[in-house]
């Protein structure tokens, strides 16, 4: 028997009130946009300072549809089209799981082109304070993916695999949505932070933008190596994953958008 640890088994739903089930996953989405928003608020503030508090306050609904709708679309599109080809109707199903980080992400940068551009403010430099805080909100989506034992790492020998309720097989795996909670979240959030709080970088209008979109493709690369690839999938060319294939470009714009970045 090779040595795990066991699966602390934390019930999805977090409160159920009659036929009304409120699950972790709905909450992590919640608090994830609450504490992005009061992060980027205060960013928002600090000089130069871009837009007010209270157009800051606007754009959280902007930024939820453009979570949603992007990150179902995503995964539509990126991961399953051919299952929604033929069912449609299960598309707007959220609640039976499916929602792409990509095409989160890329749904929240259109949503922010629309809203600066609705605002006349400068989407680079809106974007560079709204960047700060999203890596909160990435940190408790996988932790959400623990609880429900979903997106579950490769088989390991590690001291602390885990063997997974939902895995048919029952082996021992790598508990990789912590690991991406780490990387995405918990490291990427105290890199945005302390990037935030040097005045000649706030200036560099598009660097922080920048800075959270290569992090985000890094991170994510690295995450890939651990997680098991969605079954429907499996590995591309016999070696990458579809996530490392949509984060190689993330981590190309990330780049570029640090190089050209000028203070304003």
Known sequence: ??????FPMIDPVALQIGPLAIRWYALAYIAGIVLCWRIVRRVAEA???????????DFVTWATLGIILGGRLGYVLFYRPGHYLFHPWEIPMIWQGGMAFHGGALGVIIAAWFFTRAQHINPLAFGDRVAVGVPIGLLLG?????????????PSTVPWAMIF?????????????????FLEGALLLGVMLFLATRPTLRARVGFLTG????????????????????????YLAGITTMGQLL?????????????RAKSA
């Open 47 to 57: 000089a130069p300072s871009v837009g007010t508090p209270q157009k800051t306050d």
């Open 1 to 6: 028997m090779l040595p795990v640890i066991a």
């Open 142 to 154: 996988r932790l959400a993916n623990f609880i429900n034992a979903e997106l579950y790492g490769r």
């Open 165 to 181: 309720p939902t895995d048919p097989l029952q082996t021992p795996r790598h508990p990789s949505q912590l690991y991406q909670a």
């Open 211 to 234: 800075a959270l979109i290569a992090g985000m493709g890094v991170a994510r690369i690295i995450g890939e190596f651990f997680r098991e690839p969605d079954a429907h999938l499996g």
């Open 247 to 259: 984060s190689l470009p993330m981590l190309a714009v990330g780049i570029w958008l640090m190089r």
